[in-house]
């Protein structure tokens, strides 16, 4: 898979990269990430990627030109606006861009995510992006949450941690194993029950004797019961901040 990140803050990424499951997925081939300097893409003098709403008001703007330049020099993308059907080039490729406005990014988004070739993501900083940016792409809005950040790069290194361990063959065996055994994911109905590992004993603090009795029927009974729990309490603990559910 082929990652295109559109940014004014490569370098946020060279670590990012360099270290962990990114960047064993690019060691292994399976992932290729490239960083556009939006910056690279401007004119004038000072580099300016933003400026001024027009009818005033606070914050900066991402222009329009950097952004439509660097996607055609880099991807190909034609604008809508200037071609009747979408480019071979942008069908090829998923363009995102990363807005708290978007859909929220989800497990399953990710699983979808991963089935793609090609994934190009946009991230703004300032107030947001010219309107005209948005309309010119087919974009699939994304955000990481109910939350403002001052820039998509955050959010554009969630979405590639969160596609690039689903690349086939990219977490080791261990690692694959306690994903499968964790199909219930946080966000699904029920949560996941409680781990250990060694020492049995630590500060007072006891393993339960369960997980050391060998009785696999019992641990995973054990288990079930824990996930019920554990889900029941963010259930209750939601009603406490929402109130109870209307009607129900
Ligand atoms: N840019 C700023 N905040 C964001 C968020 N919550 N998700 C995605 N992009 C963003």
């Known amino acids: 898979m082929r990652i295109d990140v559109f940014t004014i803050f490569p370098e946020l990424f060279?670590?990012?990269?360099?270290?962990?499951?990114?960047?064993?997925?690019r060691f292994a081939g399976a992932l290729e990430v490239r960083l556009t300097q939006l910056r690279a893409f401007t004119e004038d003098r000072h580099r300016s990627v933003d400026d001024r709403p027009?009818?005033?008001?606070?914050?900066?703007?991402?222009?329009p030109e950097p952004v439509f330049r660097a996607l055609h020099a880099v991807l190909g993308v034609t604008p809508s606006t200037e071609a009747a059907a979408p480019s071979e080039?942008?069908?090829?490729?998923?363009?995102?861009?990363?807005?708290?406005?978007?859909?929220?990014?989800s497990q399953p988004l990710l699983e979808e995510l991963a089935g793609e070739e090609h994934l190009a993501l946009l991230c703004g900083r300032y107030e947001g992006y010219d309107q005209r940016i948005l309309d010119a792409f087919p974009w699939q809005r994304v955000s990481i949450g109910d939350y403002v950040l001052s820039g998509g790069e955050i959010p554009a290194m969630a979405l590639v941690e969160g596609v690039a361990r689903l690349i086939p063959g990219v977490l080791g065996h261990d690692e694959s194993a306690v994903r499968d055994s964790f199909s219930e994911w946080p966000g699904a109905s029920g949560l996941d029950h409680p781990h250990?590992?060694?020492?049995?004993?630590?500060?007072?603090?006891?393993?339960?004797?369960?997980?050391?009795?060998?009785?696999?029927?019992r641990i995973e009974e054990w288990r079930r019961k824990e996930s019920e729990r554990a889900t029941r309490r963010r259930e209750a603990s939601r009603e406490v901040c929402e109130g109870p559910e209307q009607g129900a």
Do not use: N
């Open 14 to 25: 060279h670590p990012f990269l360099t270290m962990g499951i990114v960047e064993r997925a």
């Open 54 to 63: 027009y009818g005033g008001g606070p914050g900066m703007l991402f222009k």
């Open 89 to 105: 080039a942008t069908s090829k490729t998923r363009l995102i861009v990363l807005c708290p406005s978007g859909e929220q990014l």
């Open 196 to 217: 250990y590992t060694r020492p049995p004993q630590y500060r007072g603090m006891a393993v339960p004797d369960i997980l050391l009795s060998g009785d696999h029927g």
